[in-house]
């Protein structure tokens, strides 16, 4: 079964219908996680150009409200959209916005739970330069010296 499918389900189980507008937006964040919502929107608008932002923006808030999708700052003021999956962190470049998902640190839940804190699921981004970024960086420096 596809993540989109799964989503789907969940929404069914909550009782709400399945629109054809709910159903693109989850399409798209399955297979474009990390967009923001202006993103998510010009996307659906190719396949359903009478879309509203309003509808988008709605139906982001439900899929998030009944845990389909998780939202994340990345570093910036405003969310980024994923359908759930298994726990991650993210790595996210500052100078390009690219996002990287890495397993979650299991020393860091050790590390918790001895603390008698039970961790429930993780929630952190790491933010700095990625490696095309840095390299790009290296060559500018070399050529200005």
Request: glycine share 6%.
């Amino acid at each position: 079964m596809s993540m989109s499918a799964s989503a789907i389900d969940k929404l069914r189980a909550a009782g709400r219908r399945i629109t054809p507008e709910r159903e693109l937006l989850v399409r798209i964040i399955d297979r474009n996680p990390h967009l923001d919502a202006t993103e998510i929107y010009r996307i659906a608008r190719n396949d359903q150009p009478r879309i509203g932002l309003a509808t988008v923006y709605r139906t982001l808030n439900l899929l998030k409200d009944l845990g389909v999708v998780r939202a994340s700052e990345l570093g910036e003021t405003h969310c980024h959209y994923e359908v759930r999956r298994d726990e991650h962190l993210h790595l996210v470049c500052s100078e390009c916005g690219r996002v990287i998902d890495i397993p979650p640190s299991e020393p860091l839940r050790a590390l918790a739970e001895s603390r008698g804190f039970h961790v429930e699921r993780f929630r952190l981004e790491l933010i700095g330069t990625c490696a095309a970024c840095a390299k790009r960086h290296a060559a500018t420096a070399d050529e200005g010296a």
